[in-house]
Every structure is written in structure tokens, then in C-alpha cells.
């Protein structure tokens, strides 16, 4: 079925440093979500996109609706253990349906 | 805080048994989807509904799934028969619908079939 790419798989660094993700595809988007997954339980979301372009920032998290529409990205600055988890980006198709699918998402380990 | 209520929160039967797994979405919401995650394939879409009418299951397998929503309070996930590879997280997710989705997650009812 239809996949969003999201690199990198996997990142193990240290507390302090700041992450990057990202997400592409080769079908245009209307909407990108990203969200956190903690171990035994669903996603939480983080930020919501809606416009290409569009920059948005939730505390140390920011994040950015690539002007293709075609692929996001996720920043996080001064990691801290907290950030340990697994990140997932989302798109929702355009039209009507509104049919989200997700990437493999991005497991993040933090070494204090 | 408003939440999605996923029962039961672990569930684990014998092969041939049938499962059935509910959801109560966020109240006010009108779409409601259906996840698997595992390892191997991450979080894959099996249904979603619109206002209680299923918009798509192309990603459920149709010979021994089922999804309904009864009502609006009350979505469910069955599988008939169950078998070892249907092993896995199935999460709900209810949003508010229209062009700029935001979907909120249950805790997710881990299946272990044996």
C-alpha cells in the first residue's frame, strides 16, 4: 500500500543535542501530523501542519510543511531523556476521504 | 480530559477463536479509524468511518475482519476466526473529520494469538 518514507530509522544521541527527522513521499498531502509514541501506549500527537510552507513550533519541537507538499520534517533542539520514544509522521490525503496513513517511524534513544 | 477508551487493553485467545476488540471515541467526533502496528509493518490503516458510515477497509483483510460502528459512542474491530499472525497492537483514533485531520489515539488492545 501507499507509504510515507521516514528517516532516519533510528538515532541514538546524546542529551543536549538536537534531532532531525523527516518524512517524504511521492503523493502531495494536505495535512502532515507528527506524533510521539511512548512504550504501551498510542501515538500523542505533537504538531499539525496545514499549509505548505508552514513552520510551526511546540515548545523545543518544531516543525515544518515542505513547500512540495510532499514532505515534512521534525526538529527537536537540547534533546533530553523525555524524547526517548518512537515518532511518527502522518498524512492525510487530499479530497474528501481524508484517508490518513503513517510513516515506520523514527525511534529516538537519549543517552543522559 | 477527553479521551478514546480502547477495551480490552490485552487480550490473548487461541487460534480459531473469535476476538473482538471496542472502541469509544472522543465524544463529538465523527471519524473513527482502525490501526494495526507491529514490527515488521508499523501502523497500518485497516478501516476508518465518517459519521458512523465506513468510508474505506481496503487495508482490512475481508474473509475474517469486520469493523462496525453501532452508534457514535461505540466503534468494533471482530475478527473471525482469529489466527497467530493477527498478533499485534490495534489501535482507535477518532477526529474531528473535514479537510484538516487531527486524529486522537487510544491506548491500544494488544492481541495475542496462540
Known amino acids: 500500500g501507499q507509504q510515507l518514507n521516514q ?3 533510528s538515532m541514538f544521541i546524546q542529551e543536549g543535542e538536537d534531532v532531525s527527522m523527516n518524512c517524504t513521499s511521492s503523493s502531495i498531502f494536505n495535512t502532515w501530523l507528527w506524533y510521539k509514541q511512548d512504550p ?18 511546540n515548545g523545543r519541537l518544531t516543525a515544518q510543511f515542505g513547500i512540495t507538499r510532499k514532505d515534512s520534517f521534525l526538529n527537536i533542539s537540547a534533546s533530553i531523556p523525555s524524547d526517548v520514544g518512537i515518532y511518527f509522521c502522518a498524512g492525510q490525503w487530499p ?18 | ?3 478514546v477508551t480502547q477495551t480490552p487493553r490485552h487480550k490473548v485467545t487461541e487460534m480459531g477463536q473469535e476476538v473482538t476488540m471496542r472502541c469509544q471515541p472522543i465524544l463529538g467526533h465523527n471519524t473513527v479509524f482502525w490501526y494495526r502496528q507491529t514490527m515488521m509493518q508499523g501502523l497500518e490503516l485497516l478501516a476508518y468511518f465518517r459519521n458512523r458510515a465506513p468510508l474505506d477497509d481496503s487495508g482490512m483483510p475481508k474473509d475474517r475482519f469486520s469493523a462496525e460502528m453501532p452508534d457514535a459512542t461505540l466503534a468494533t474491530l471482530k475478527i473471525q476466526p482469529s489466527e497467530p ?12 473529520g473535514g479537510v484538516n485531520e487531527k486524529l486522537f489515539f487510544g491506548s491500544g488492545t494488544q492481541l495475542s494469538v496462540l
Not at chain 1, 40 to 57: F, M, N, R
Open chain 1, 7 to 9: 528517516s532516519p530509522q
Open chain 1, 40 to 57: 504501551g501506549e498510542g501515538p500523542v500527537l505533537l504538531i499539525a501542519l496545514y499549509k505548505a510552507g508552514e513552520l510551526t513550533s
Open chain 1, 95 to 112: 479530497g474528501n476521504t481524508g484517508k490518513l496513513i503513517f510513516g515506520q517511524g523514527t525511534t529516538l534513544q537519549v543517552k543522559p
Open chain 2, 1 to 3: 480530559d477527553a479521551r
Open chain 2, 85 to 96: 499472525r493477527d498478533s499485534a497492537v490495534y489501535f482507535c483514533a477518532s477526529g474531528l
